[in-house]
């Protein structure tokens, strides 16, 4: 795989490609509290529902091994205080809570163990979230395949690739997949406004690993959907509602809008820890909206005029109805989505009991 | 009206705003000579159709003035040939040829009369164009009125405001006249990339104007729709087919997807030179394409990968069927757009031959 390592987990301490300096400056910093991981995450310098779902779970390592207290209640009580801690650093992406909630959910399962083995087994815990990641992605990838035609282009909105995952990525892993088998596959990406992961990170990642792209505005997609340029429209998600609506990053609704009316398939690509059964429906997803100066100045630069009013939610909704698959690496999910996310989650329930 | 102003004619000099300097630098160019004119619709420092046409105008005065043979036959060969080669700074806009052709054929039409004479009669009628240019938008602006309620809330996309023509605008004439007469209605700007024309223009000129603007990524068109914040999408125009079709700035296609997927109604507001009646459909008007780098560069800073292939068309075309009428200082037309445009044309020209 041609692309740059997105986090590393090496002598206790949590490496990170610092995202928010790419394209043009490529910087690793590391990590050794769970504080900063939280910064890390509220600033973007990780990002991507998959990425921070792990670098998380290293965070939660972090404090594990910081935690003074060598008695199981006052161990477990400060290690679910920092998790809600580090929960709310980005509200979106359920991924985050995930992550958290397992690594919180195994140093539970420990009532007697000693505390110094307890934090051995999140070690372990949060490296087997990291490399099952890896293995979800390319079956996600594999699952894409099986969707698209050789010569086949997608476009892609802000960035589900390797830069937001372990490795692959979740919408983009297909076209490593393909490049890896010899088949040709193009993209089209949206840059991708306000923070522009479509140019600094997916237009970045897929050039230098020699995958075919091309970079448009967003408000471009209706122009190359309307010449026929456009095969199938791929993102990722950063949440998966019981009926099938998915949170994505700001823009997707318009895409997934134009998609459809162009005729386009619309393929959501998720791991199943995105889908929260605990949401019936998108409009319970809490959308963030950040700092209005994302909008107003580029790398420090005033281009609005000072004082403008703005509104910048960071996600938007976009409704199951507008989607053709979601693709996960358990399987394609199709509609009706209800029914359907019902039935594979009560399979994987199965399967995780079995063990 | 509180708005600076876009162009000045004065001692025989066409004094610009430089709009590539907007919001944050103020400044004025001085133009002595076509070549400057072309240059500066070229760089856009003046930009915007109707601002365009009023320009080259004054452009045409300016190389009447500078021709050197005071022969009639002589003369008129000169002004064609630099009208021909003015012509071709920018394609779409049809304002462009439209003025240059008005120029032409006032010029025309005095064989015989001594060239200094046509001299200022060419100088009378940029003027004139300069003068109807601020009528009809004021016209256009009462039209638009009259299709909305007081606290309504438009979307614009780009910047069809008083810096797009020689005051008031055509999309945003409505603002002005609304707050003439302190009806209250409030704007969202689509920032519009990639030369951002919203931000650094409609938002600028709005705010300074004290009218209520809220500056948004063109992604997030389709959330604030979805939220019923937006009673009308109201935009310029750079050419009208005989069809209806129309020609806009990038991205405005898409507005009129998702407009018509709300059920917002879509107004095109633009002055009758706009309509190209030798146009059949929106596939004949010419789409220029602009250097990649307004993509990957802001403010001469690179937001993407060196290299990188990019896509870059400056104009899309929104199909008849995707607008709900187009407002022209001589009335509302409605679909049909074919028989509407006709008849409206028609009456135009029986009130032309009537002077």
New interface residues.
């Given amino acids: 795989l041609n692309a740059l390592i997105t986090l590393r987990w090496q002598d206790r301490q949590l490496i990170l490609l610092d995202q928010t300096r790419l ?2 400056h490529i910087e690793y910093l590391t990590l050794t509290t769970i504080e900063q991981v939280r910064d890390a995450i509220r600033t973007m310098v990780v990002r991507g529902a998959p990425a921070i779902g792990v670098a998380a779970g290293y965070g939660m390592v972090l404090v594990a091994n910081a935690i003074a207290d060598d008695n199981y209640p006052g161990f477990i009580q400060e290690l679910e205080s920092a998790g809600a801690d580090l929960a709310l650093a980005r509200p979106t992406a359920v991924n985050l809570a995930w992550a958290i909630n397992r690594m919180l959910g195994r140093a539970r399962a420990q009532v007697g163990t000693p505390v110094a083995l307890i934090r051995q087994l999140l070690e372990q815990e949060a490296i087997a979230i990291h490399q099952e990641d890896i293995t979800i992605n390319r079956a996600i990838g594999e699952n894409l395949l099986s969707l698209l035609q050789p010569g086949n282009t997608i476009l892609t909105h802000c960035n589900a690739g390797a830069l937001a995952t372990s490795a692959y990525g979740t919408a983009l892993s297909v076209l490593y997949l393909a490049q890896e088998r010899g088949i040709s596959l193009q993209a ?1 990406a ?5 923070r ?1 992961q479509g ?2 990170l997916t ?2 990642e897929l ?2 690993a020699g995958i ?13 959907m ?1 010449q026929g340029k456009i095969d199938a429209v791929i993102v990722g998600c950063d949440r998966i509602a019981a009926n099938g609506d998915t949170a994505n990053k ?2 997707t ?3 997934s ?2 998609a459809r ?1 162009f005729g386009i398939p619309l393929y959501i690509a998720a791991p199943t820890p995105t889908i929260d059964t605990n949401c019936p429906s998108g409009s319970c997803i809490p959308i963030e909206e950040r700092d ?1 100066e994302e ?2 100045r ?2 420090g ?13 960071s996600f ?1 909704v976009t409704p199951a109805e507008n989607i053709t698959a979601i693709v996960t690496e358990r399987g394609i999910i199709y509609p009706p989505f209800q029914d359907n996310i019902q039935r594979l989650m009560a399979t994987e329930l199965m399967a995780t009991e079995r063990l």
């Fill in positions: 394209p043009n089209y949206d840059e991708t406004r306000p522009l140019a600094r237009a970045f050039h230098q075919d792209v091309t970079l448009i505005s967003d408000n471009m997609a209706a122009v190359v309307a700001i823009g609704y318009s895409v809008i134009l009316h209005g909008i107003t580029i790398n630069e005033l281009i609005a005029p000072l004082g403008i009013k703005t509104y910048n939610p938007d």
